[in-house]
Each structure stands twice: as structure tokens, then as C-alpha cells.
């Protein structure tokens, strides 16, 4: 269990939130003194309806520069012929 001050709370809340989202429990202090607890809500991995780490991304897409980039070139159209295929079996 992790140990957090209140006064620390605001600086480390998102690394808090984190770990209570991977089903760890924090315990917040004052004075040196355990005031209260962090607990996720769901007690156990199967019971969360989110995956335990949501990674946010390292930087912005850069859009303009995501479009301008050449494509893969896919001649015999596996591609193409996949995705109809996929289609065609409703999935």
C-alpha cells in the first residue's frame, strides 16, 4: 500500500489514480497520520469494465504530417480482398 500526504495529494493525484486504476489502495496522511484510504471501486481485475493502464499518448499526432505520408502499396489488393471477405462474413 502506498503512503501519499495531503499535502503532496495535488502534485501526485494522477500517479495516485493510477495505481487505484490497477487495483492498488492509497493511503492518504496528515502529520505523518493515515486520515483515509483510495480504494478502486471494483475489487478484482475480472470485475473493472477498463483495461488497469490507459497510456496516454507520448505527443500530439501530428495530423498534417500523418496524411502527407506515402501509403503502402498493396498491387494484388490483399488488402482490399481481406476487408470485402470480412464484410461479407458480417463480422
Known amino acids: 500500500m502506498k503512503l501519499t500526504s495531503i499535502a503532496?495529494?495535488?502534485?501526485?493525484?494522477?500517479?495516485?489514480?493510477?495505481?487505484?486504476?490497477?487495483?492498488?489502495?492509497?493511503?492518504?496522511?496528515?502529520?505523518?497520520?493515515?486520515?483515509?484510504?483510495?480504494?478502486?471501486?471494483?475489487?478484482?481485475?475480472?470485475?473493472?469494465?477498463?483495461?488497469?493502464?490507459?497510456?496516454?499518448?507520448?505527443r500530439r499526432l501530428d495530423v498534417e504530417a500523418f496524411f502527407r505520408r506515402s501509403r503502402v502499396q498493396d498491387p494484388e489488393g490483399t488488402v482490399r480482398t481481406a476487408l470485402l471477405r470480412e464484410r461479407d462474413e458480417d463480422r
Open 8 to 58: 503532496d495529494l495535488p502534485i501526485q493525484l494522477k500517479d495516485v489514480l493510477t495505481l487505484v486504476r490497477a487495483g492498488e489502495e492509497v493511503q492518504l496522511t496528515d502529520q505523518g497520520k493515515a486520515i483515509a484510504k483510495v480504494v478502486p471501486v471494483f475489487g478484482s481485475a475480472e470485475e473493472r469494465p477498463y483495461p488497469p493502464f490507459l497510456i496516454p499518448p507520448k
